[in-house]
């Protein structure tokens, strides 16, 4: 959840910690804070509560040399937000400086163990006692830091991505990780550490992903060595970056969550380039192909997700059910793996996340595996933890998002839901061939649409204005469109604060819609298809209570239009394909909405972008 970054080398460490730090502050802005060492006996810490800019007021004119450094921005989990508890932490004698993401669980038997030893703790936080404990063995044990480090990591139950500093040793650096990502960049005669990959990759392609259980040790005389916590020597495996720098800024717009929702025809067309085409009349996802006839015979496919990526499992759900025939179960993943599911080696469990890191997501596919099934992501993030421990999968290749709320991840997630369910139904022979071409088409011409939607932004920002001081909002959909009122409340929720709840239309009059008043914005997914008749039936019930409707419409519709407040048209499209153009309006709205309610819109408070902890 926190962002870590590091550098060793031959640069002024600060520059390179300061600018990692904004590119990892969508991780955690609770705090942030760096540790500088230019050689032994100097090792500086400043930390500050707030954003990383507070952290650069607050150093001005103090001592940033060295050419070896860590810093951190938190997401706080143990103790409140404040100066005390933000990283990086101490040693007891001083000597150690140590950053961390995760959760160590056991953190409280150990603290109590080492304060019967002597040890002081200043700080609230989980992180301090394992940095007291990395320094208790160094010194009792008398062994080098990355020893230290081992036999500690051996002691702790939990996740952590932890890098760590000793002043007695300043030409090394010492990461680790288990179930929480950590990446290192290798340059010349030099080495970066971060979270993720966007600090590293204005300055090197070269990046290492350290594996569960691995230590690192950089050493600026001898290089990287990583080992296991059993001691065993591993061999880096180095990637190349497929990231571009330019991803990561924000080229024009007021914020990141903007830019990303005009990126989405580019994002969309991007999941599917190379994938389908429609003139030719194929479909095929290469990362899947060797399980094609595994999920095709499957008898019962298991999508599990958190957030934003189970309503895309949701709308798959539609997608596979309608097109393939194939049962289907969405799960949330932090309920999944605590409830003792019954999985069979039959089963496909598919895991979506935008990050490939979700702990409760990586938890729940390390259970299905040991039951037998076969495990699929669908994720954006190259490299990923899930990535890796799936047996195939799909990218979504929706490129970096940065801003918390998630948009282009969405819709690239629900695009490969869509395709994933087209291919299936191909091979299982369940949907005509007439069907099959006219949704080719469809998404062919999907991102164009899109275009012509998000030329609609002034009109919406309007609607926005109208309803940006409303203290709660109702979202309605049916069939596939129900998930898409799910998304746009929690759009609502996320960025704007306002209270707003997801419902299937037909159940508004089973609870909510006694709360319907002349000061209650419904916002409701009205398009033609199956479903219309009942969808403006759910909406003069609306009316008869004065609610205040805002109604997504096909283009052309006239009888919802003559009935709501405010109407959005949509291109006519595929029923199937209504989802990800509906999306759209939504995350504009959310958008505005928050603007003009002076939020934080990409840093929404008590949000971080990935959760890495339980």
Same mark, same amino acid.
Request: hydrophobic fraction near 40%; charge should be negative.
């Given at each position: 959840?926190?962002?870590?970054?590091?550098?060793?080398?031959?640069k002024?460490?600060?520059?390179?910690?300061?600018?990692?730090?904004?590119?990892?502050?969508?991780?955690?802005?609770?705090?942030?804070?760096?540790?500088?060492?230019?050689?032994? &006996?100097?090792?500086?810490?400043?930390?500050?509560?707030?954003?990383?800019?507070?952290?650069?007021?607050?150093?001005?004119?103090?001592?940033?040399? /060295?050419?070896?450094?860590?810093?951190?921005?938190?997401?706080?989990?143990h103790?409140?937000?404040?100066?005390?508890?933000?990283h990086?932490?101490?040693?007891?004698?001083?000597?150690?400086?140590? +950053?961390?993401?995760?959760?160590?669980?056991n953190?409280?038997?150990?603290?109590?163990?080492?304060?019967?030893r002597?040890?002081v703790?200043k700080?609230?936080?989980?992180? &301090?006692v394992?940095?007291?404990?990395?320094?208790?063995?160094?010194?009792?044990?008398?062994?080098?830091?990355?020893?230290?480090?081992?036999?500690?990591?051996?002691?702790?139950?939990?996740?952590?991505?932890?890098?760590?500093?000793?002043?007695?040793?300043?030409?090394?650096?010492i990461a680790?990780?288990?179930?929480?990502?950590l990446?290192?960049?290798m340059g010349?005669?030099?080495?970066?550490?971060a979270?993720?990959?966007?600090?590293?990759v204005?300055?090197?392609?070269?990046?290492?992903?350290? &594996?569960?259980?691995?230590?690192?040790?950089?050493?600026?005389?001898?290089?990287?060595?990583?080992?296991?916590?059993?001691?065993?020597? +591993?061999?880096?495996? +180095?990637?190349?970056?497929?990231?571009?720098?330019?991803?990561l800024e924000?080229?024009?717009?007021?914020?990141?969550?903007?830019?990303?929702?005009y990126?989405?025809?580019?994002?969309?067309?991007?999941?599917?380039?190379?994938?389908?085409?429609?003139?030719?009349?194929?479909?095929?996802?290469?990362?899947?192909?060797?399980?094609?006839e595994?999920?095709?015979?499957a008898?019962r496919?298991?999508i599990?997700?958190?957030?934003?990526?189970?309503?895309?499992? *949701?709308?798959?759900?539609y997608?596979?059910?309608d *097109?393939?025939?194939?049962?289907?179960?969405?799960?949330?993943?932090?309920?999944?793996?605590?409830?003792?599911?019954?999985?069979?080696?039959?089963?496909?469990?598919?895991?979506?996340?935008?990050s490939?890191?979700?702990?409760?997501?990586?938890?729940?596919?390390?259970?299905?595996k040991?039951?037998g099934?076969?495990?699929?992501?669908?994720?954006?993030?190259?490299?990923? !933890?899930?990535?890796?421990?799936?047996?195939?999968?799909?990218?979504?290749?929706?490129?970096?998002?940065?801003?918390?709320?998630s948009?282009?991840?969405? !819709?690239?997630?629900?695009?490969?839901?869509?395709?994933?369910?087209?291919?299936?139904?191909?091979?299982?022979?369940?949907?005509t061939?007439?069907?099959?071409?006219?949704? *080719?088409?469809?998404?062919?011409?999907?991102?164009?649409?899109i275009?012509?939607?998000?030329?609609?932004?002034?009109?919406?920002?309007?609607?926005?204005?109208?309803?940006?001081?409303?203290q709660?909002?109702?979202?309605?959909?049916?069939?596939?469109?129900?998930?898409?009122?799910?998304?746009?409340?929690?759009?609502?929720?996320?960025?704007s604060?306002?209270?707003?709840?997801?419902?299937?239309?037909?159940?508004?009059?089973h /609870?909510?819609?006694? *709360?319907?008043?002349?000061?209650?914005?419904?916002?409701?997914?009205?398009?033609?298809?199956?479903?219309?008749?009942?969808?403006?039936?759910?909406?003069?019930?609306?009316?008869?209570?004065? /609610?205040?409707? +805002?109604?997504?419409?096909?283009?052309?519709d006239?009888?919802?239009?003559?009935?709501?407040?405010?109407?959005?048209?949509i291109?006519? !499209?595929?029923?199937?394909?209504?989802?990800?153009?509906?999306?759209?309006?939504?995350?504009?709205?959310?958008?505005?909405?928050?603007?003009?309610?002076?939020?934080?819109?990409?840093?929404?408070r008590?949000?971080?972008?990935?959760? !890495?902890?339980?």
């Amino acid at each position: 959840m926190c962002g870590i970054v590091g550098y060793i080398g031959d640069k002024k460490a600060y520059p390179v910690l300061i600018k990692g730090l904004s590119r990892l502050e969508y991780r955690g802005y609770d705090s942030a804070g760096i540790a500088l060492m230019s050689n032994e &006996e100097d090792l500086r810490v400043y930390k500050r509560q707030g954003k990383v800019q507070d952290l650069v007021d607050f150093v001005d004119g103090m001592d940033i040399e /060295g050419n070896v450094g860590i810093g951190h921005t938190r997401w706080a989990t143990h103790g409140l937000p404040n100066d005390v508890n933000a990283h990086p932490h101490f040693s007891g004698d001083g000597d150690i400086v140590l +950053v961390h993401n995760g959760i160590i669980e056991n953190y409280d038997i150990i603290k109590k163990e080492l304060i019967k030893r002597g040890h002081v703790f200043k700080s609230e936080t989980d992180t &301090e006692v394992l940095v007291h404990l990395i320094e208790d063995i160094k010194n009792n044990s008398t062994v080098s830091l990355e020893e230290a480090v081992r036999i500690a990591l051996n002691e702790v139950h939990g996740a952590y991505a932890i890098v760590a500093l000793s002043k007695h040793e300043p030409n090394k650096i010492i990461a680790a990780k288990k179930s929480s990502p950590l990446v290192i960049g290798m340059g010349e005669d030099e080495y970066y550490l971060a979270s993720d990959a966007t600090p590293i990759v204005e300055y090197t392609k070269n990046v290492v992903y350290l &594996e569960d259980e691995q230590i690192a040790i950089i050493d600026r005389n001898n290089g990287l060595r990583i080992i296991s916590i059993s001691n065993k020597e +591993v061999s880096p495996y +180095v990637q190349e970056l497929e990231m571009q720098l330019e991803e990561l800024e924000k080229g024009g717009y007021d914020h990141f969550m903007l830019k990303e929702i005009y990126e989405q025809p580019r994002a969309i067309h991007d999941s599917f380039r190379g994938r389908l085409n429609a003139q030719e009349g194929w479909i095929s996802l290469g990362g899947i192909r060797d399980f094609e006839e595994r999920i095709a015979e499957a008898n019962r496919i298991i999508i599990i997700a958190c957030g934003t990526s189970w309503h895309a499992g *949701l709308v798959g759900e539609y997608y596979i059910e309608d *097109l393939a025939r194939i049962p289907v179960e969405v799960e949330y993943a932090s309920e999944f793996r605590y409830r003792n599911p019954i999985i069979r080696p039959n089963d496909v469990v598919i895991a979506i996340s935008q990050s490939g890191e979700t702990a409760d997501t990586l938890a729940a596919l390390k259970m299905a595996k040991e039951k037998g099934a076969t495990l699929l992501g669908i994720v954006n993030v190259v490299g990923s !933890t899930i990535s890796r421990v799936t047996d195939a999968g799909s990218y979504t290749h929706a490129g970096p998002e940065i801003g918390v709320a998630s948009t282009k991840a969405f !819709t690239t997630q629900v695009t490969l839901m869509a395709m994933l369910a087209m291919m299936l139904a191909k091979k299982r022979k369940t949907v005509t061939e007439e069907r099959f071409n006219t949704l *080719l088409n469809e998404m062919e011409a999907l991102p164009s649409k899109i275009e012509k939607l998000l030329e609609s932004n002034d009109y919406i920002r309007g609607i926005a204005e109208i309803y940006k001081d409303a203290q709660n909002a109702l979202y309605l959909g049916r069939g596939s469109s129900f998930p898409i009122a799910l998304e746009g409340a929690l759009k609502l929720k996320e960025i704007s604060y306002i209270h707003a709840e997801g419902y299937p239309a037909a159940e508004m009059k089973h /609870g909510p819609i006694a *709360l319907i008043d002349e000061n209650m914005p419904v916002f409701v997914i009205a398009t033609k298809g199956e479903n219309y008749e009942k969808v403006v039936s759910n909406i003069q019930e609306v009316k008869a209570r004065k /609610g205040k409707l +805002v109604a997504i419409v096909t283009q052309g519709d006239v009888t919802v239009k003559n009935i709501a407040d405010h109407y959005i048209e949509i291109p006519d !499209t595929d029923e199937m394909i209504v989802p990800i153009l509906a999306t759209i309006p939504w995350q504009l709205i959310s958008y505005h909405i928050a603007v003009m309610r002076e939020c934080n819109v990409d840093q929404p408070r008590n949000l971080a972008k990935s959760v !890495t902890v339980e």
